[in-house]
Nanobody, 124 residues
């Protein structure tokens, strides 16, 4: 089955930028709908962005629209989340996810494959 490995999380100042990567193996990301979620302790895992692996069409949560951009490079089988104008409330563990069922779904139960997560901390 497809495997996902996130990287790029670190501590960044508010207003700064960060790019997360999700390396995909055991299958091309073009065969899936790819997504990013985030979670803080004590809260539900929250949808951030989704991208159709073949068309590269994207969808975003309202909280990140205009600041975050999801993309993918087939040659290296990696998807990215470019995060700009970061805020303290963006602090979370960010997870890469994949599914074959839906395009846009904020319901984590619709997503079948998950990475281990990468910590993003935005300091104010």
């Amino acid at each position: 089955q497809v495997q996902l490995v996130e990287s790029g999380g670190e501590v960044v100042q508010a207003g700064g930028s960060l790019r997360l990567s999700c390396a995909v193996s055991n299958g091309p990301f073009g065969a899936y709908v790819m997504g990013w979620f985030r979670q803080v302790p004590g809260k539900e895992r929250e949808f951030v962005a989704a991208m159709h692996g073949r068309s590269l069409s994207t969808a975003y949560a309202d909280s990140v629209k205009g600041r975050f951009t999801m993309s993918g490079v087939a040659a290296v089988n990696t998807v990215y989340l470019q995060m700009n104008s970061l805020k303290s409330e963006d602090t979370a563990v960010y997870y890469c996810a994949a599914t074959t069922v839906v395009f846009y779904s904020a319901n984590r139960d619709d997503w079948y494959f998950w990475g281990q997560g990468t910590q993003v901390t935005v300091s104010s």
